[in-house]
């Protein structure tokens, strides 16, 4: 049995760093207009993640929003993070240790799309995957993603949902 879950919870927040410091990402979050794409100025990792005061923004959440609160989130376009797979029992033969985190990209429909006939969650989340597919974090070995799965909220309310998984081959990775 895995008896240590704080890789998972170090993996959350590397996946989130991993996204924040990409320029693509940044823009498509901060901006709202359908030129977001192809802005010169850049917004930096300080911009999404707290304002003058220290409140956190969320363009980049650590925690599960419940379908209700979605529409009253205070953002129109987002990236919620969340740990709900994880294999504890690692007592087979091949003593893999497998844990999926889900990586949700989620606007609004007066934000969906983009000028160039590009839309602002296919943007994201195909930028998200060429971050995060094969990207080695230090808690938890090699990311991949394996799947992309829509989620509809409400008729106004969509996005994407790219599962994420680490499975380490027993090289040193303490879980």
Known sequence: MIKNLLNFQSTM??????????????KLLYFDTK???????V??????????T???????????????????YGRNT?????????????????NNIFAGVLVTCITDRDH????DNKLRLIEIANRALQLLDGAKCSAAGK???????EVIFDTEVYGYT??????????????
């Not at 030129?35 to 100025?41: G, I």
């Open 143 to 149: 990311l991949e993603v394996i799947n992309m799965q």
């Open 162 to 175: 790219l599962k994420v998984v680490t499975t380490d081959m027993g090289k040193g990775v303490d879980f």
């Open 35 to 41: 030129d977001a794409y192809n802005k010169t100025e």
């Open 78 to 94: 987002y990236i919620q993070i969340t740990l709900p797979l994880t294999d504890l029992d690692v007592s087979s033969g091949n």
């Open 54 to 72: 220290g409140k956190d923004l969320n363009y980049i959440t650590l925690f599960p929003i419940m379908e209700k609160g979605v529409r009253e």
């Open 43 to 52: 917004p930096s990792v300080e911009d999404l993640l707290t304002d003058d």
């Open 112 to 115: 969906y799309m983009l000028n």
């Open 13 to 26: 927040f590397e996946i989130r760093d991993i996204l924040l410091h990409d320029e693509i990402i940044r």
